[in-house]
């Protein structure tokens, strides 16, 4: 119901818009609709108006069953009384406010807040209201200051439709905050936007639909600017024990609430559609909480389901790992992952070009091909691998090898100019190719072959020349790396030992020549105190000075000693790596054929001794020998 309280005449916009807008006195529900109307009416810009809000009413009802009650008007006191859960989120009850404003045009030249550049907003649930006050934003304090800030703030709130003195109770504490800061200020500016909680009421609680996650299927999540790599499609999904593997989150009904506009939120009834309808086998365990279930795997392996049953499974067998049919596959070397692929025709490839596996063992019975890549605990490749092919194993067994393989137990049977990396490496047969080992044999030994080892090498049959056989102590990256280390500190040690070394000769240099006054002075001040005067104070600073002399020097002797101690250690590690070439030999159980080299690589001096062994000589065993200070030769010598 809207009463006039002050009449204009009527006619067209143009007669309208010329006339005074006079102040006008309306009773509303819906402040904002009223203001929009009256400038409608005068054809003018909703923004020129203000209003003074003269009161406000309150009022309930409860509603019966099928049947609405009568409005009632509560008092301002009663108002207070219904913030209470039990009244306000009874779905029967009501609330509304009507407002009896004055409309006029705005003054700004009155207007006390016209730099004062705040506004009232809330949160999508119309639950908590905030007063926002922009950076920049200008205000003087002046009497009745509190009462206008919250008078200005009250019309914010109406206009937005906002519930006023309800739900409101932390309005005073925030009026009182702006009102100390611009009161100390006397003209105060906002330097920063401030944002302060003016209402709040009850939040609903949200209605949850079920849902069913798969949180097996690691798939990564990508933008749109990222370049997806369709060769890595998760055939296997590896799991590991007690990993969580499908949760079923169950529906959850939301509790209701009233936001500060007086309405009541209901919430709406969950939906129910990914209720689980698979089953499980003894390798999952199911864990049952109100909120969820969740399905658990009990072992490592890969997560397969079979009709309707999830299980987890660790063998897997394959035709061929390629691009159209599983892409590259990875479960970790811990997921006890057991892969056979089957393809054996020596014409294709059982796993395809530039394929990636990454499993716990793999048995390939065909070929790697070209850019591929394996990484194993335990590895058997009974086909070839391509020479841009990569095997990567803990135990790794190759038919025939021209790309690169990594290990620490590796057998081949034929290396064709391939390279090989490991602890122990075993070869049946070596057509050229790079060998880096602790420890090598190769039954036949063809030409081409490089072969470095750290303790030996070992040739059962030499069928060919153009080989070379070296001894490097430092072969392995990890002792290459602690000798580095160990030469760093050596050069550190030196370093400061020739420093202090320096510093003892000054400081001792200095206490020599001052120890003659030192004892007179030391005479003169036992004099003074067996005679009870009082010692000078000059005296016995000088006194107590030269004693640090002779304190510091005695510190950086026994630094110095200490240094050279350590420097001693270090020097013998050193050693220790040089000792291990002369333990090690290279070893030719046929006769020497062709051009062969024979290199032992020394630590310290760091230098390279080489020997060719004459054709058809048939000296076995081939060792590094000191044959006099710091001159080193290659012989051979008893096994």
């Given at each position: 119901?809207?009463?006039?309280?002050?009449?204009?005449?009527?006619?067209?916009?143009?007669t309208?818009?010329?006339?005074?807008?006079?102040?006008?006195?309306?009773?509303?529900?819906?402040?904002?609709?009223?203001?929009?109307?009256?400038?409608?009416?005068?054809?003018?810009?909703?923004?020129?108006?203000?209003?003074?809000?003269?009161?406000?009413?309150?009022?309930?009802?409860?509603?019966?069953?099928?049947?609405?009650?009568?409005?009632?008007?509560?008092?301002?006191?009663?108002v207070?009384?219904?913030?209470?859960?039990?009244?306000?989120?009874?779905?029967?009850?009501?609330?509304?406010?009507?407002?009896?404003?004055?409309?006029?045009?705005?003054?700004?030249?009155?207007?006390?807040?016209?730099?004062?550049?705040?506004s009232?907003?809330?949160?999508?649930t119309?639950?908590?209201?905030?007063?926002?006050?922009?950076?920049?934003?200008?205000?003087?304090?002046?009497?009745?200051?509190?009462?206008?800030?919250?008078?200005?703030?009250?019309?914010?709130?109406?206009?937005?439709?906002?519930?006023?003195?309800?739900?409101?109770?932390?309005?005073?504490?925030?009026?009182?905050?702006?009102?100390?800061?611009?009161?100390?200020?006397?003209?105060?500016?906002?330097?920063?936007?401030?944002?302060?909680?003016?209402?709040?009421?009850?939040?609903?609680?949200?209605?949850?639909?079920?849902?069913?996650?798969?949180?097996?299927?690691?798939?990564?999540?990508?933008?749109?600017?990222?370049?997806?790599?369709?060769?890595?499609?998760?055939?296997?999904?590896?799991?590991l024990?007690?990993?969580?593997?499908?949760?079923?989150?169950?529906?959850?009904?939301?509790?209701?609430?009233?936001?500060?506009?007086?309405e009541?939120?209901?919430?709406?009834?969950?939906?129910?559609?990914?209720?689980?309808?698979?089953?499980?086998?003894?390798?999952?365990?199911?864990?049952?909480?109100?909120?969820?279930?969740?399905?658990?795997?009990?072992?490592?392996?890969?997560?397969a389901?079979?009709?309707?049953?999830y299980?987890?499974?660790?063998?897997?067998?394959?035709?061929?790992?390629?691009?159209?049919?599983?892409?590259?596959?990875?479960?970790?070397?811990?997921?006890?992952?057991?892969?056979?692929?089957?393809?054996?025709?020596?014409?294709?490839?059982?796993?395809?070009?530039?394929?990636?596996?990454e499993?716990?063992?793999?048995?390939?019975?065909?070929?790697?091909?070209?850019?591929?890549?394996?990484?194993?605990?335990?590895a058997?490749?009974?086909?070839?691998?391509?020479?841009?092919?990569?095997?990567?194993?803990?135990?790794?067994?190759?038919?025939?090898?021209?790309?690169?393989?990594?290990?620490?137990?590796?057998?081949?049977?034929?290396l064709?100019?391939?390279?090989?990396?490991?602890?122990?490496?075993?070869?049946?047969?070596?057509?050229?190719?790079?060998?880096?080992?602790?420890?090598?044999?190769?039954?036949?030994?063809?030409?081409?072959?490089?072969?470095?080892?750290?303790?030996?090498?070992?040739?059962?049959?030499?069928?060919?020349?153009?080989?070379?056989?070296?001894?490097?102590?430092?072969?392995?990256?990890?002792?290459?790396?602690?000798?580095?280390?160990?030469?760093?500190?050596?050069?550190?040690?030196e370093?400061?030992?020739?420093?202090?070394?320096?510093?003892?000769?000054?400081?001792?240099?200095?206490?020599?020549?001052?120890?003659?006054?030192?004892?007179?002075?030391?005479?003169?001040?036992?004099?003074?105190?067996?005679?009870?005067?009082?010692?000078?104070?000059?005296?016995?600073?000088?006194?107590?000075?030269?004693?640090?002399?002779?304190e510091?020097?005695k510190?950086?002797?026994?630094?110095?000693?200490q240094?050279?101690?350590?420097?001693?250690?270090?020097?013998?590690?050193?050693?220790?790596?040089?000792?291990n070439?002369?333990?090690?030999?290279?070893?030719?159980?046929?006769?020497?054929?062709?051009?062969?080299?024979?290199k032992?690589?020394?630590?310290?001096?760091?230098?390279?001794?080489?020997?060719?062994?004459p054709?058809?000589?048939?000296?076995?065993?081939?060792?590094?020998?000191?044959?006099?200070?710091?001159?080193?030769?290659?012989?051979?010598?008893?096994?």
């Amino acid at each position: 119901m809207v009463i006039k309280m002050a009449l204009f005449g009527s006619g067209s916009k143009k007669t309208t818009s010329m006339k005074k807008v006079r102040p006008t006195v309306v009773r509303t529900q819906n402040v904002a609709k009223e203001l929009m109307g009256f400038a409608s009416s005068y054809d003018i810009k909703v923004e020129t108006l203000d209003f003074n809000l003269l009161s406000v009413q309150t009022y309930t009802r409860m509603n019966a069953e099928g049947a609405e009650g009568e409005w009632e008007e509560i008092s301002a006191s009663e108002v207070y009384d219904l913030d209470d859960k039990t009244a306000l989120l009874n779905p029967h009850f009501e609330i509304k406010q009507m407002y009896e404003i004055e409309m006029f045009q705005k003054n700004k030249a009155d207007d006390k807040f016209r730099d004062f550049h705040a506004s009232v907003g809330a949160n999508a649930t119309k639950c908590k209201v905030y007063l926002s006050i922009k950076e920049g934003s200008k205000l003087s304090y002046f009497p009745r200051f509190e009462e206008e800030l919250r008078n200005f703030i009250n019309k914010k709130k109406v206009r937005a439709n906002i519930l006023i003195n309800i739900f409101d109770s932390m309005l005073c504490d925030a009026i009182s905050e702006i009102s100390a800061f611009v009161q100390v200020q006397e003209n105060a500016l906002f330097k920063k936007t401030q944002t302060y909680l003016i209402a709040e009421s009850h939040e609903p609680t949200l209605t949850k639909d079920d849902e069913l996650i798969l949180h097996y299927d690691k798939k990564d999540e990508v933008d749109e600017h990222t370049k997806v790599d369709y060769a890595k499609r998760g055939f296997i999904q590896s799991v590991l024990e007690d990993e969580l593997l499908i949760e079923y989150i169950k529906p959850q009904e939301g509790k209701p609430g009233r936001n500060c506009r007086g309405e009541y939120m209901n919430p709406k009834e969950p939906e129910v559609k990914n209720a689980p309808t698979f089953n499980i086998d003894d390798t999952i365990k199911m864990i049952e909480t109100p909120e969820n279930i969740e399905y658990r795997a009990k072992e490592n392996g890969y997560i397969a389901l079979e009709g309707s049953t999830y299980l987890i499974k660790t063998d897997v067998d394959i035709g061929e790992i390629s691009f159209k049919t599983t892409g590259s596959i990875s479960t970790g070397l811990d997921s006890d992952v057991n892969i056979s692929v089957k393809e054996k025709d020596a014409l294709k490839d059982a796993v395809g070009t530039g394929m990636e596996v990454e499993v716990s063992e793999i048995t390939i019975e065909g070929n790697v091909g070209s850019s591929a890549k394996v990484n194993a605990i335990k590895a058997t490749v009974e086909g070839q691998v391509h020479k841009t092919a990569m095997v990567r194993a803990h135990s790794l067994k190759i038919n025939v090898h021209k790309g690169m393989a990594y290990g620490r137990d590796i057998d081949i049977t034929r290396l064709e100019h391939g390279v090989v990396d490991g602890d122990t490496v075993r070869i049946a047969q070596a057509v050229g190719g790079e060998i880096r080992a602790k420890e090598l044999v190769i039954e036949v030994c063809a030409s081409y072959v490089k072969a470095t080892a750290s303790r030996f090498i070992e040739i059962k049959k030499l069928q060919g020349g153009e080989n070379v056989f070296v001894i490097d102590p430092l072969l392995k990256k990890d002792t290459k790396e602690d000798f580095g280390d160990n030469q760093e500190h050596i050069s550190e040690l030196e370093r400061d030992i020739r420093n202090i070394k320096q510093e003892i000769q000054k400081y001792t240099k200095m206490i020599k020549e001052g120890m003659p006054a030192f004892n007179d002075l030391k005479k003169r001040l036992m004099g003074y105190k067996k005679n009870g005067v009082k010692l000078p104070s000059s005296f016995v600073k000088q006194y107590k000075q030269f004693q640090k002399l002779q304190e510091h020097l005695k510190n950086i002797k026994a630094e110095h000693e200490q240094k050279k101690d350590k420097l001693k250690l270090l020097t013998s590690k050193t050693s220790s790596f040089q000792e291990n070439i002369f333990d090690a030999r290279i070893i030719n159980r046929d006769h020497w054929e062709g051009y062969n080299e024979l290199k032992f690589k020394l630590v310290d001096p760091p230098m390279e001794v080489t020997y060719s062994p004459p054709e058809g000589s048939a000296e076995k065993v081939f060792a590094l020998v000191e044959v006099d200070e710091g001159q080193y030769e290659i012989k051979a010598v008893k096994e």
